[in-house]
């Protein structure tokens, strides 16, 4: 079973460091939130955990192995990254979506159509299958791709890394739970889930292992119930919040109540 | 997708290939026979045949094909149904190319039939480059820098070939111009010959490179987690468009719209599988090429029309039908 590990992670964006000395490991079988407020860096974050950016300092490994050393061919058939927005110009069609996914995975002909189809019922998106891409809505775009990364993860999902960067960002309640438990089965079978959220309330009810990250570097890793406390919340996103338990499950239920102002300068 | 529509099209593609190329080898000022046409010797039908007639049907259909299948794979290169091989400045590096080796390299091109499309090569390959470097920023290439780019390059190229005729002497004015007319007329089988290798290589290349093509459709950075050859890849089909376009640009002028319209007629029958429209857009850019040549030669007859005039009159209007049509497609 491989881990992934942060070393002393620093991350520039346009020459300005974002995120400095970040040690961090996220053993297999867990599902790690990253949140945080917008530009602190969550995205490259994930861009550089998945190998696709250089860090600026320090490494990523997995299974003991930097990631930069890992073949490029050999790590796409063990990463899977669904990024915030993919754009496609082409009339593709939906089905032909998900068909990249299950070609990247190596699967060709009629092997690849039906892991195709697969993924597209996994992703509750079968009807879709013969539409055009530019056609759907925004949420039924991000579940074709979703769609398109369960078919490149293939069945085999141990050893495996999935990176969803906002995955649920235009997803209707139903969806995002949908797909933040259907990634929450891939941790479970064995592989290592890297998600960025926003959602407060869906990190604590999904993620294993929760990473707040603010201006400048880590503020706190661990556990939600125990990353999630009021000071820690108010801090890092600048507004009032209490937590209280959640009603059914006992959980840490984050409640906003407003923006904290910004202190008059001088 | 029904997986037999490519099958069709391509039926139908062959057919209209086939078509195209037999009315362009029955087109012309000269009545050619049908014992001529398989095999008559001596008569002047059959030297017309052998001699004009066929190479210049061979060469409009290397051509047009050249330039489908490169406005294919660089408008799924730079993910915009826009790119076209004349818009974003590849086919005024060749002009500019060509033009260079007619003024600079006079009794090169006179050794080897070689030399001209390999100036036009190079200068279509500098031009790929330059606008690609243009646009790209942080690995992605921004697609309204992109056009503007080719805009700029083209207007540079024009000058180049402007201040190139302005100092060039009578003999290679006269080459300049004969190379300028852009048309298919005189073409003979040294051109078909000196074209062929270039086209094949790069036709080959980019079909191989269809599945790359489809990754890359969605971005450089999808289709590098999804584990395309992403920088190999845009290399690859940025030296074998700049081939193609300028083994075509050598011989045939700049021709427009070819490289535009084929990939959108594909596309509208096919989808947008790199695979079939790939193939499907050099037979489309073959059979427009040819059948334009066609036109050329009966517009005004018995005087021959230049062909790039005949694609963009036809081609200026059908582009715009089909802006019309695919409004609500996101074309």
């Given at each position: 079973m491989n881990t992934l590990a942060a070393e002393n992670l620093s991350l520039s964006r346009d020459g300005r460091t974002v995120v400095g000395g970040l040690n961090f490991s996220v053993?297999?079988?867990s599902l790690l939130v990253v949140a945080g407020p917008n530009g602190a860096g969550k995205s490259t974050?994930?861009?550089?955990?998945?190998?696709?950016?250089?860090?600026?300092?320090?490494?990523?490994?997995?299974?003991?192995?930097d990631i930069a050393s890992i073949p490029h061919r050999e790590l796409a058939r063990r990463r899977v990254f669904l990024a915030q927005q993919s754009e496609c110009r082409l009339p593709f069609l939906a089905c032909e979506m998900a068909l990249l996914g299950a070609e990247a995975a190596g699967h060709r002909g009629r092997a690849a159509r039906e892991r195709a189809a697969a993924a597209l019922e996994m992703a509750g998106v079968s009807h879709l299958g013969s539409r055009m891409m530019s056609k759907l809505s925004g949420g039924e775009q991000q579940r074709v791709h979703w769609a398109r990364v369960l078919a490149q993860l293939d069945e085999q999902t141990e050893d495996r890394l999935v990176f969803l960067d906002e995955p649920v960002s235009s997803l209707d309640l139903a969806h995002q739970h949908e797909l933040l438990a259907r990634a929450r089965?891939?941790?479970?079978?064995?592989?290592?889930?890297?998600?960025?959220?926003?959602?407060?309330?869906?990190?604590?009810?999904?993620?294993?292992e929760l990473l707040l990250l603010n201006d400048g570097g880590m503020q706190s890793h661990g556990a939600p119930a125990q990353v999630l406390e009021p000071e820690t919340i108010s801090r890092v996103f600048q507004v009032s919040a209490q937590v209280i338990a959640h009603p059914t499950d006992g959980g840490p239920l984050v409640v906003v109540k407003d923006r904290i102002p910004n202190e008059p300068a001088e | 997708m029904s997986p037999s529509r490519p099958a069709i099209l391509f039926f139908f593609l062959i057919l209209a290939s086939v078509a195209v190329t037999f009315v362009s080898l029955r087109t012309g000022a000269v009545e050619v026979t049908w014992a001529e046409m398989l095999g008559g010797e001596g008569s002047t039908g059959a030297r017309v045949f052998r001699v004009m007639r066929v190479p210049r049907a061979l060469m409009?259909?290397?051509?047009?094909?050249?330039?489908?299948?490169?406005?294919?794979?660089?408008?799924?290169?730079?993910?915009?149904?826009?790119?076209?091989?004349?818009?974003?400045?590849?086919?005024?590096?060749?002009s500019l190319g060509a033009v260079g080796g007619i003024v600079f390299a006079g009794p090169l091109l006179g050794a080897s039939s070689y030399a001209l499309p390999v100036c036009a090569f190079l200068g279509a390959l500098a031009a790929t480059f330059l606008v690609q470097a243009i646009a790209s920023q942080n690995g992605r290439v921004l697609v309204s820098?992109?056009?503007?780019a080719g805009i700029a390059v083209n207007a540079l190229t024009g000058a180049g070939i402007g201040w190139m005729v302005y100092g060039a002497n009578d003999s290679q004015l006269r080459d300049f111009t004969f190379w300028s007319l852009g048309s298919l007329a005189g073409t003979g089988w040294h051109s078909v010959f000196s074209s062929l290798p270039f086209v094949v290589l790069s036709t080959v290349l980019l079909i191989w490179r269809g599945r790359t093509l489809n990754a890359l459709s969605l971005g450089e950075s999808d289709a590098w987690h999804m584990g395309a050859p992403v920088e190999s890849a845009k290399r690859s089909i940025l030296v074998a468009s700049a081939l193609a376009v300028g083994a075509s640009t050598a011989f045939t002028g700049t021709i427009g719209f070819i490289g535009l319209v084929a990939p959108h007629v594909v596309r509208i029958f096919c989808g947008a599988d790199h695979r079939v429209v790939l193939p499907a857009s050099f037979l489309v850019g073959g059979c427009l090429l040819t059948g334009a040549d066609v036109l050329a030669r009966i517009a005004r007859a018995p005087a021959e029309v230049p062909v790039?005039?005949?694609?963009?009159?036809?081609?200026?209007?059908?582009?715009?039908a089909l802006l019309m049509r695919g409004k609500g497609q996101g074309m």
């Open positions: 053993p297999p079988g974050l994930l861009r550089v955990l998945s190998g696709e950016l250089p860090p600026s300092q320090g490494r990523v490994l997995f299974g003991g192995r089965r891939l941790a479970k079978a064995g592989a290592t889930v890297v998600a960025v959220l926003h959602d407060l309330n869906l990190a604590a009810r999904y993620a294993d | 409009g259909f290397l051509c047009g094909g050249a330039l489908g299948i490169c406005g294919a794979a660089l408008q799924g290169l730079f993910r915009n149904p826009l790119a076209d091989p004349a818009l974003v400045g590849v086919s005024g590096g060749a820098t992109l056009l503007l790039g005039i005949v694609v963009a009159t036809i081609g200026a209007p059908f582009f715009v």
